[in-house]
């Protein structure tokens, strides 16, 4: 065979393959190709009170920006709040007419159907002026429906007159001048909504945080003058089951002294920023922490616990806490640190506390075991 006869033969070859794998691409029998589904649809909730605007719900009158509440939103603060990034919030409970929160003494009150729950993160540009120019970021919404709670996430445009539905997060860069005077910057994190589970699974329920007996038992001067939020709520109607006042719980303000010994204000600190996680029904339930206020057992709450997993995340130390040795804590390693691998909280901030820093050292240094 001469090459001329050798390459038509090979040509030949070629081709009838090529019809072969053609047909063989159009059989019935052929594997289909599987449609690639975009990550993104399991970020999206659905609920019937969904708006694409936040101006569209209606909560304040007014320029939005001023958060200036309508009928049925009610201001609220919260004695020790979560930490995020230095983030200034502004609370707010909107309630349907004629619907109450129940009280309840340990966990979070009970909502009727169509609660929210509103958050505002802004930062003033001068911290040193708390009420005058700033810029909100973000306003986080949990909408109660169906006994289901529904995060969404509405990030504010640079004009500041309005926010969009959000479910991917984002990423911005924010500014302020700290009570120092001191310029700061960072990369804020608007988080996407599966992230928003991070912190609200409760078991297998998505359920607020912040508004208990003990968070709210106190007085907010926007909201009820000198009467506590909690009486302000009871007598208006908004709140059932609120019993004498001497049964109600408090947690301390975490930076004022006056409100409870370094004990009570660690233990409020930790119990807000670390425990809607570090607990048995949390997504960090297999750690064997749990950090809630109320858990008494210093073995639970820590003390001369080794960690589940060694690692990275335990610095090499042996134990979460340490009476007396903060330096040899693996809780307040973690706080200090910003390696994603270690950080913790590890959502939520990209900056250290300094000032809860400081408190937990405190607390870990004046730690008594009975």
């Known amino acids: 065979m001469n090459k001329r006869d050798f390459y038509l033969n090979q ?20 594997v289909p190709k599987v449609k690639k589904v975009s990550s993104k649809m399991a970020l999206v909730q659905t609920t019937m009170n969904q708006k694409k605007k936040l101006s569209d719900y209606n909560f304040f009158k007014g320029k ?4 200036a509440p309508n009928e049925n939103v009610f201001p609220y603060t919260l004695n020790t709040p979560l930490f995020t990034n230095y983030a200034f919030k502004r609370r707010f409970i909107y309630l349907p007419e004629g619907k109450q929160m129940k009280y309840n003494a340990e966990t979070v009150f009970d909502f009727e159907e169509g609660s929210i729950i509103i958050k505002n993160f802004y930062y003033p540009k001068d911290f040193r002026l708390p009420d005058g120019e700033k810029k909100i970021i973000e306003t986080r919404l949990l909408i109660k429906e169906k006994d289901i709670w529904t995060p969404l996430n509405y990030v504010w445009n640079e004009e500041q007159d309005e926010a969009l539905l959000n479910y991917v997060g984002k990423k911005t860069e924010v500014s302020w001048v700290d009570l120092n005077g001191t310029n700061r910057n960072i990369t804020y994190n608007v988080p996407n909504n599966n992230q928003c589970k991070n912190c609200h699974l409760n078991g297998k329920k998505i359920t607020p945080i912040g508004p208990t007996a003990a968070q709210l038992n106190g007085i ?23 019993p004498k006042k001497e049964l109600i719980p408090r947690f301390s303000v975490w930076d004022d002294p006056k409100t409870g010994t370094i004990a009570e204000r660690g233990k409020a600190y930790l119990d807000i920023n670390c425990a809607h996680c570090h607990q048995p029904q949390g997504s960090a339930k297999n750690s064997g922490l749990d950090l809630r206020f109320s858990q008494n057992d210093s073995r639970k709450r820590g003390v001369y616990k080794p960690p589940v997993a060694a690692g990275k995340g335990s610095g090499d130390l042996q134990y979460s806490i340490v009476p007396g040795q903060p330096e040899n804590s693996i809780l307040l390693y973690r706080m200090m640190s910003n390696d994603p691998g270690v950080m913790m909280p590890e959502i939520g901030r990209s900056v250290v506390h300094e000032e809860g820093i400081a408190l937990i050292t405190e607390y870990i240094e004046n730690l008594i075991v009975q």
Do not use: P
């Not at 907010?220 to 609120?242: C, E, P, R, V, Y």
């Open 11 to 30: 040509l030949c070859l070629v081709i009838m393959l090529s019809f072969l794998f053609i047909g063989c691409g159009t059989r019935e029998n052929s």
């Open 64 to 67: 939005l920006s001023d958060l």
């Open 220 to 242: 907010f001067k926007d909201l009820s003058g000198t009467i506590s939020q909690l009486d302000f709520f009871a007598k208006h109607g908004h709140l059932n089951g609120l």
